[in-house]
């Protein structure tokens, strides 16, 4: 039940994020602006309408969300909180298909399916067209089906190009770099069939049809197959693919370049972007992060430092790289790269920004790992032995950034524990030599290699 206090009001705004709070669970967040103050009665109309949104994501959630994802599909940045949410109640959004998609994002077995009208460059015109050439002969075949059944004064060439690079050709011919290649020739060719057609001419494919043979039929309705094709080539490398999806979408559909980080990452970095308001101020952390923007500033003193742009799997936020640190780690700062920030919160002005120490390319980056058995993580003289070690390692406190993982093992279990701050070391290969000559077994271990 909603109680409804006089004199505060639930913004309008809200009522479609208030559906995301945790299961059935909600919160009404009434604020009292003086210049804004609504009376009993708007509040109750908007606290009911919050109910009902609420009740439908908790009820309905696949409907909900694709609902959601489709009122902000031109919020960039709405969206991605959005698809966050749906990550976390483990709903799968899948990237735009030609065969399947519609204008919205539409719930589809289970799974939300990308809509037209949120891909770049695809107007409403060249979605009509597309949708209306399905709903007479069916499925698109192949490319050269696509282009020879649309209308291509609708569906122009950079149309066709963002289809191809957001993966919605993927079902047809997964090698995206092929199909670009392919549209070269394709496109020509079925921009000659249609004038022929608009002129009344044909061609013998469209003269076959004309004959009652079932082959001869079959060989027009299948005229596709003599679309031209280039020459066989290999496919993007996986993060240009990914690039290109977040050029045309605003964020990644098909994949993201930290998922394959998952497993390593809570490790090493505990929180992610959506939790930095959760910190106090001036903690200490390390985030792991695509950077997606760099803007570089000029200070009143003449120096430079750069305000970046940057995202994980739950959220985007902006981060803060002053002078100094800009001077020692601009090359570092690669628009389009994974890297781990160092730093601590920053209030200011009641935004939360991140404020970078260090930065370091994720590609680069070599965890200590050391390994103990049940025993000596029982043994108050053996921890107490590691402990000593770590802090002779940890050198300078400003540099120490390295955390060290222990792995517990036993026989039948093998857990791992990221060790506190304190002990964070300055040199990983010097700290693991130190820990191997202690008679604890230790090694090196990339971010990007697994466990």
């Known amino acids: 039940m909603i109680k409804i206090v006089s004199r505060k009001y639930v913004s309008i705004e809200n009522v479609y994020d208030i559906g995301v709070e945790r299961d059935h669970n909600f919160v009404i967040k009434n604020s009292l602006i003086a210049s804004n103050c609504f009376n ?15 009740y439908l994501k908790a009820n309905y959630p696949l409907e909900y969300m694709a609902a959601l994802l489709t009122a902000n599909s031109n919020d960039t940045d709405k969206v991605q909180k959005y698809i966050s949410t749906c990550m976390s109640m483990n709903i799968q959004i899948e990237p735009p298909d030609i065969n399947r998609s519609g204008v919205d994002f539409t719930p589809v077995a289970g799974k939300i399916l990308f809509g037209f009208s949120a891909v770049r460059n695809v107007g409403q015109n060249a979605i009509a067209s597309i949708l209306a050439a399905r709903e007479e002969k069916g499925e698109f075949k192949t490319l050269g ?26 079902k047809i011919e997964s090698n995206r770099h092929q199909l670009i290649q392919d549209l070269e020739l394709v496109y020509d060719w079925a921009q000659s069939r249609a004038r ?41 490398p996986p993060q240009e693919k990914l690039q290109k999806e977040k050029e045309l979408l605003g964020f ?34 390390c ?34 790289v002053f002078p100094k640190t800009y001077e020692r780690i601009s ?24 404020i970078v120490e260090d930065a370091e390319p994720v590609e680069t980056v070599q965890m200590v790992m050391v390994e103990i058995n049940p025993q000596q993580a029982a ?23 390295m955390p060290i993982i222990g792995i517990v093992q036993s026989e039948n279990s093998r857990k791992l524990v990221r060790l506190g ?31």
């Open 379 to 401: 043994n108050i003289e053996e921890l107490h032995r590691l402990k000593t070690i770590l802090q002779e390692q940890s050198g300078d406190k400003e540099k120490a950034k």
């Open 331 to 354: 090359l570092v700062l690669q628009v389009d790269t994974r890297i781990i920030i160092w730093g601590k919160v920053d209030r200011r002005d009641e935004q939360i920004q991140l």
């Open 40 to 54: 009993k009665s708007h509040s109750t109309a908007y606290g009911y309408v919050t109910y009902q949104t609420a």
């Open 252 to 285: 990644y559909v098909s994949d993201h370049p930290l998922k394959s980080l998952r497993q390593l990452a809570p490790l090493l970095t505990p929180i992610n972007l959506s939790l930095l308001g959760e910190q106090r101020d001036d903690a200490k952390l």
């Open 421 to 451: 701050w304190q002990f964070s070391v300055q040199d990983a290969r010097i700290t693991v030599q130190a820990l191997q000559n202690a008679r604890f077994p230790a090694q090196l271990k990339s971010l990007t290699g697994g466990l």
């Open 287 to 320: 985030v792991i992060v695509m950077l997606n923007g760099v803007k570089k500033v000029m200070t009143k003193k003449g120096d430079a430092m750069a305000i970046l742009q940057i995202e994980d799997l739950t959220a985007q936020s902006e981060a803060v």
């Open 145 to 170: 089906d696509f282009c020879d059944r649309v209308d291509l004064h609708a569906v122009n060439r950079r149309t066709l190009e963002s289809l191809i690079y957001c993966g919605a050709f993927d």
């Open 196 to 236: 022929d057609r608009a002129s009344g001419q044909g061609n013998l494919f469209d003269l076959l049809g004309g004959f009652s043979s079932n082959n001869n039929a079959k060989t027009a309705s299948n005229a596709f197959e003599s679309a031209p094709k280039a020459k066989p080539v290999t496919d993007y």
